[in-house]
Every structure is written in C-alpha cells, then in structure tokens.
C-alpha cells in the first residue's frame, strides 16, 4: 500500500489547487466580478469590504479583481511556455540524438550558449526592446529555456536507442519512422511531462519577474504587475501589505508549488531509478 | 589539463561573442528607424527627414551592418559601452559604481547558497538514509517556489516594518561604516539564499544517498573506519560532485535572482540601475549592463571550474578518463 500512497499523495494535494487556480482564471471574472480591475471603482486606497474584497490600489481599482483576472495572463504565459518548451524540447532533443551528426554538434552547442547566457539579464534586456506583448513574452521565454528540456529528450531518446528490442529492431533494417513511433516514443513521452511542469514552474516565475521590474503589459493586470504597483507605491511598507502585496505573491507561489507536486507526483512514476537513489 | 582548460575558455569565449552579437543585433532587428532605440527617444520618428539622416550619420547608423558592428566591437574593446539617454553620462561609469555592490551581494548569497544547501541535503540525505523524516525536503521545495522578490518584500514587511530589528533600505553609509553595512545586507542576503539553496539541497541529498549505499561505504564500515570520517571523507566528498555541477546553473539563476531582490531593497547595485533604465526606457544602460553581468557570470562559472579539481582529483591527473 505503502508504494501506491506515496506516489499519489503529492498528486493528491497539487492537482485540486491547479485546478482551482484554472477554474478561478477561467471563470472567476465572470461569476466573481463586477467590474475588470482596469479603472477605477472606489477612491483610493480603499480598504477591504464587502464587495470589495482586497480594497483598492493607490488609484481606486479593485485589487481583488485584478488578482482574479491576473490569474488569467500568469497561467496563460505558464501554460503556453510549458506547450511550446516542450515542442522545441522533443523536436531539437529527438533530432540531437539521431539526426545526422553535423546537426547534433550544432544544436548542442547553441543549447549550451543559451545555458551559459544570464538568462534573466537577456530576458529583461529582449523584453525592453521587444515590447511587453503576451505574444512576444511568450516566445520570448521559450527562446530562452529550451535548452535544458532538450537535453532530458536527447538522453532519453539515446538510451532508448540502446535498449535491446530497439537494437533488435534496428538490426533488422525497421526504419527510423518505424524506431521513433513505435519504440522511442514509449520511452520518451514520459519524459515530456515533467519537462512540461518543470518549463510552467519556470515561465510563471519568470513572467512574475519581467512584470515585477515593469516589463509587464501595463493594460492588462497580472499577478507580476500588481507586484510592481505594490512596491512602486510602498504598499509592503504601510498597513496595506497583506491586502495589496500578499496575496499575488501567495497565488505564484501556490502555482509554483501545486506544479511542483505534480511534477515529484509524475516522477516518481516514471524515474526509472530504484527509489533509494533519488 | 590543458586540453581541457582550452576547450573551456573557447566555450567561454563564444558566450561572450553570443552576447555581444546579441546586444548589437537586439536593437537593430526591430521593425522601424533604429533611431527609436540606438539614439533614443520615442518620437523620433516624427523629426524632419533632413534631421533624422544628420542623426543617423552622427551615430554611424548610415554605415553598412558590417561597418557598424566592427565600430561597436571597437568601441567595446575601449570600454566605451555608449552614453546614457537620459543624462548622456557614460554608462561605463554608471555600472562601474554599481557593479561592486551586485558583486559584493551575489559573492555574500553565493557562498552561504552553497554552504547551507550543501550542508542541509547532506544531512537529509543522510537521515533518509537512517530512515528519519522529510521535513527539510518539504521546507526546502517550499522556499524554492517562493518568487524572491517577494520574499524580499515579506521579509521587510516582518523584520523592517513590523519588528523594527534591521535596516531595509539602502546600504547606509557603505563601506565606511563595515557594521551598519552588513546590517544592511542581512535582508537581501538571506532573501537570496532562502531562495536559492533549494537546488543545492536537493541535488546533494540525492547524490548523499546514493553514495552512501555504495559498496566503498559498506566496505569503509567493514574496516572500522568511524562514522564521522565515513560520513564526511568517503561520503560527503564524492556526492559533492553534482552539487558542482549545479553550482554552475545557480550562479546563473543568482545574478538574475540579485537584479529583482536589488531593487525591492533599493540596494544601489545593478538591479536598481536596470530598473531606473527600464522605467527611462533608456537601452545603452540595460545593454551595457546585460554585457557586463554575462562577463560576471562567465568569469564566475570560470571560477568554480577551476575549484572542480579540488573535489575531484582524477582531472588533476593526465591520461585518466574523466
């Protein structure tokens, strides 16, 4: 019972919190709100009441709305960088393995330029001169971070390819299509899960800087942005802390930890290293 | 040795003509007059033609690409990093005030990352092993989902504002006053470490682990060897090798991690300098600094290269695979 337990408990508390972080960016500005959090709707620094559940900002908007429709671009930025790294990861990391070798030597030394690169200072240099579009973050972010995944894929792609069936099947002439579909694959997709929280985990915490610093889209509220306003204004310094800094700051580290538990959660399934060791 | 100390200052090398073809292209690549971000302002575009083409000619932009980036390259490797928008001020000068202070933090935040992270997964690694509690793990992933700048701005909410113990703002009077300096830097300090010793952490309890079932272990026990020389000689000193691995990843992620803690604290480093410049839109400054940090982060990871020998003799040794 023991194994089954510890395999799912973190999995059992990350899921319903990610899932309630989605619903509430999915639905919350409809069933919640009554007004987006974009103008003004009480005077300024309003504090907490009925209606308003987190009082205002030093402008009079509802800082519980812009928390609810934050949430929408913080997990959006995190979903779409974890769909694309992984993407680029397995193509570049399958390609890297048993494409043609000149190509391997060049993918893998690009990836480990862009390991080397400080990649904070690149991202906030790009993003002041790409502009703060959800787009451009977007790509921006994946450009950045693919390196790594890629590698996990090359590995597993590689010692997959030295498994005795798959040799087997070589030596008897299947083609590669045939070797990727149909033996590579299972070894790999499992791969690409954890790849997948690990790329959300990292864009969600890197979209919260960018916007901390002021690189955020300043039309349209994210947990990063209220951040910034918080602290432009000093909010971590007088009485409004825990209505104004607060709670964006607990809604990225939840996110940052429910996807943290998925990920151990999905792991520890398909580690294939005794328990031990991890 | 030497094959390999040359093949790594050709790694190193490259990463720094990345970032510099990076920085010389960034401002270039976009849609519209280079004017916009080269030579400042958002309304150039609105100037009369016959100004713009004077404009363009005064910063050599009506050169060829080639032409432009052999001037840049020049003008770098006289330590001109170009002036800033704002004040025209050299910005070599701005970030050579600033770049002591970022050094001093990151130095500071690198070692206890390394000293706490290496020190506490070894100790997890090692009660695992003798079948005791996780709650280090839990502690250890918890801090490291905390986004650090807002750590910062807990921190200085409990031990600034509320408490009143330490300073939150600034560095005081600097290094005249060493007391009253390191006061200052306690919060930042820690906000850094808190959130960076996770990755040291988990990957020497790991490697802890493993070692300490491996047949060397069991065998120094069959000999007598005591636990604590067992534990820190022919345990420890092996399982630090991922840990070192690591290392190279987290200098990295500090420097960033340093750039938003810096201006939660208004710590005068080059977090607040990129901050004011991003706020002035002023590019030359956030050019110059992303250069200056790469050099940073690549002279550091050149640094703990080096050490790599002192844990792992076999690349002090030729003709040995390594």
Redesign the interface.
């Known amino acids: 019972m023991s194994v089954r337990r510890r395999l799912e408990v973190p999995g059992l508390i990350g899921v319903p919190i990610l899932a309630f972080l989605v619903l509430l960016a999915v639905l919350g500005p409809a069933l919640l709100l009554d007004n987006d959090g974009r103008s003004p709707v009480a005077e300024p620094w309003a504090p907490a009441r009925p209606g308003l559940w987190l009082g205002a900002d030093d402008v009079g908007k509802d800082l519980f709305a812009q928390l609810v429709v934050g949430s929408r671009a913080s997990l959006f930025v995190g979903i779409a960088v974890a769909v694309l790294v992984t993407m680029v990861a397995a193509l570049v990391g399958g390609v890297a393995a048993v494409g043609p070798r000149w190509s391997s030597a060049v993918l893998l030394r690009l990836a480990d330029v862009v390991l080397a690169l400080p990649t904070l200072p690149l991202m906030i240099l790009a993003a002041a001169f790409l502009g703060p579009g959800v787009g451009t973050r977007v790509l921006l972010l994946t450009a950045l971070t693919w390196p790594g995944a890629a590698r996990v894929v090359r590995a597993g792609v590689l010692s997959a390819w030295s498994a005795p069936h798959v040799e087997v099947a070589t030596a008897m002439g299947a083609p590669l299509r045939h070797l990727l579909l149909r033996h590579a694959s299972y070894a790999v997709a499992p791969l690409l899960i954890p790849i997948f929280v690990r790329a959300a985990m990292g864009a969600v915490t890197a979209d919260a800087s960018l916007s901390f610093l002021g690189l955020g889209d300043p039309t349209s509220p994210s947990w990063g942005t209220i951040l910034y306003w918080a602290a432009t204004n000093g909010a971590f310094l007088s009485d409004a802390w825990a209505r104004w800094a607060l709670p964006p700051g607990l809604a990225i580290t939840l996110t940052v930890i429910a996807l943290g538990l998925i990920g151990v959660a999905v792991e520890e399934r398909v580690n294939p290293l005794p328990r031990g060791v991890r | 040795m030497v094959g390999r100390l040359a093949a790594r200052l050709g790694?190193?090398g490259?990463?720094l003509a990345?970032?510099v073809i990076?920085?010389f292209a960034?401002?270039r690549a976009?849609p519209g007059s280079p004017l916009r971000?080269v030579a400042g302002g958002e309304s150039a575009g609105a100037l009369p033609t016959e100004t713009q083409a004077r404009l363009l000619r005064s910063y050599g932009l009506d050169q060829s690409l080639w032409r432009q980036f052999l001037d840049y390259v020049r003008d770098l490797a006289n330590l001109d990093l170009g002036n800033s928008f704002v004040d025209g001020s050299p910005v070599a000068e701005a970030i050579g005030r600033a770049l002591p202070w970022t050094l001093l933090l990151v130095g500071s935040s690198l070692v206890l990352t390394v000293l706490i992270g290496v020190a506490t997964g070894a100790l997890a690694g090692y009660r695992r092993r003798v079948g005791k509690g996780n709650g280090l793990l839990s502690g250890a992933?918890?801090l490291?989902?905390?986004?650090s700048?807002?750590l910062g701005?807990?921190l200085?909410?409990l031990f600034?504002?509320t408490l009143g113990l330490l300073p939150?703002f600034g560095v005081g009077a600097g290094f005249a006053d060493p007391g009253d300096l390191a006061g200052h830097l306690v919060l930042p300090v820690l906000t850094l470490t808190l959130t960076g010793f996770g990755q040291f952490f988990l990957v020497t309890r790991?490697s802890m682990?493993?070692v300490l079932?491996a047949d060397h272990i069991e065998h120094a026990r069959a000999r007598g060897i005591g636990s604590a020389r067992r534990i820190f000689r022919h345990a420890l000193r092996p399982a630090l090798l991922p840990a070192h691995t690591v290392l190279m990843?987290e200098i990295?992620?500090l420097?960033?991690?340093a750039?938003?803690v810096e201006?939660?604290f208004a710590y005068p480093g080059l977090g607040r300098v990129?901050?004011d410049?991003?706020?002035a839109?002023d590019?030359p400054v956030?050019?110059g600094?992303?250069l200056v940090?790469?050099l940073?982060?690549?002279v550091l990871?050149a640094v703990a290269d080096a050490t790599y020998a002192l844990i792992d003799p076999r690349v002090r040794r030729p003709a040995v695979a390594t």
């Open positions: 790694e190193y490259i990463v990345a970032a990076l920085n960034l401002p976009l971000t992933l918890l490291d989902s905390i986004p700048f807002w701005m807990l200085i909410a600034g504002v939150t790991s682990l493993a079932s990843i990295g992620y420097v960033g991690g750039l938003v201006t939660v990129t901050f410049a991003i706020r839109k590019f956030m050019q600094t992303f940090l790469t940073t982060v690549v990871n």
